[in-house]
């Protein structure tokens, strides 16, 4: 069992950033590949970025590319987004999860654990 809580979400200009944090908690935190989510108002839930188990292969969108990076520190079992030149059109809950395989997907039907989700929104 991994229980999720994310943090470091905000109101902030375009232009500006914000890191996310995921907490894990449970034992198995290092064997799950992680993954960011967002859903904005009144659209569905997209895939954002995804990290192995060991930090060392990532995915990401083609909107994000080049803007927000993931990254996770098994040590502390804490995996991050950070989010650089954001765009109002970033404006969602943003929600981490931990996969049941060691590799990043895009696919959210391999996550088997959410966090309850953090605000961002990006103004113009």
């Known amino acids: 069992q991994v229980q999720l809580v994310e943090s470091g979400g905000g109101s902030v200009q375009a232009g500006g950033s914000l890191r996310l944090s995921c907490a894990a908690s449970?034992?198995?935190?290092?064997?799950?590949?992680m993954g960011w989510f967002r859903q904005a108002p009144g659209k569905e839930r997209e895939f954002v970025a995804a990290?192995?188990?060991?930090?060392?292969?990532?995915k990401s969108t083609g909107s994000v590319k080049g803007r927000f990076t993931i990254s996770r520190d098994n040590a502390k079992n804490t995996v991050y987004l950070q989010m650089n030149s954001l765009k109002p059109e970033d404006t969602a809950v943003y929600y981490c999860?931990?996969?049941?395989?060691?590799?990043?997907?895009?696919?959210?039907?391999?996550?088997?654990?959410w966090g309850q989700g953090t605000q961002v929104t990006g103004s113009s």
């Open positions: 999860a931990a996969s049941w395989s060691g590799t990043p997907t895009s696919q959210s039907s391999a996550y088997v654990y």
């Open positions: 449970g034992r198995t935190f290092s064997r799950h590949a």
């Open positions: 990290v192995s188990w060991d930090g060392g292969s990532t």
